[in-house]
């Protein structure tokens, strides 16, 4: 009998991605090589500067630089030959509409996070204005970025008269 692959879409990275990966979420690194580190919840441990151990559900595998790392079905993960990876996959593109509802998404929660952030450093609620303007800065949507300091105290102020705010100097206004 003979079988068809369901079509379903995973992620992979590169061996070079997966140094990148490492180096960025706080790895120990050692002569430039992230040490171990976490992918996807699984430790990732580094045998040498051409090699990374993966654990797979069929025990630890190695993953060398023309590999593919491969996240499966169920968010398990393990290496592939490229070759293998290139007859089997395709990239798929995201649709243009699904990206755009994605970064929509992200900013609403930057927004939500920045307010409740700051409710919590300062004891009431930014003004929507300033916290849409941070959230621009952020995400690089702004021409001139707005000074971060600045605005947190004009917040301080404004919204909170009876909170203790940095002291003023008179020559600021």
């Known amino acids: ?8 879409v ?22 430039n090589m992230p040490w171990s580190f976490q992918y996807n ?3 990732i441990t580094h045998e040498n500067d051409k090699c990374y151990l993966i654990p797979t559900l069929e025990g630890t595998m190695k993953m060398l630089p023309d590999d593919m790392l491969i996240v499966g079905v169920k968010g398990e993960i ?10 089997t996959y395709e ?9 755009e509802e994605r970064i929509k998404m ?3 929660k930057l927004r939500s996070l920045i307010s409740s952030y700051t409710h919590r450093l300062i ?3 930014a003004d929507k204005g300033h916290v849409d303007a941070l959230v621009r800065d ?3 949507l702004a021409a001139t970025p707005a000074p971060v300091a600045s605005v947190c105290k004009e917040c301080i102020v404004r919204c909170c008269p009876n909170n203790p705010a940095p002291a003023r100097d008179e020559k600021e206004g």
């Open 41 to 43: 919840g699984h430790p």
């Open 91 to 99: 990239k798929v593109e995201q649709p243009r509409h699904r990206r």
């Open 106 to 108: 992200d900013i609403n």
């Open 10 to 31: 995973i992620e992979a990275i590169t061996f070079d991605e997966l140094v990148e990966y490492g180096k960025r979420h706080g790895a120990n690194i050692v002569n």
């Open 138 to 140: 952020i995400v690089g």
């Open 78 to 87: 393990y290496p592939c030959k490229k070759d293998i990876f290139e007859a």
């Open 123 to 125: 004891g009431c609620d």
């Open 1 to 8: 009998m003979k079988y068809r692959k369901k079509p379903v």
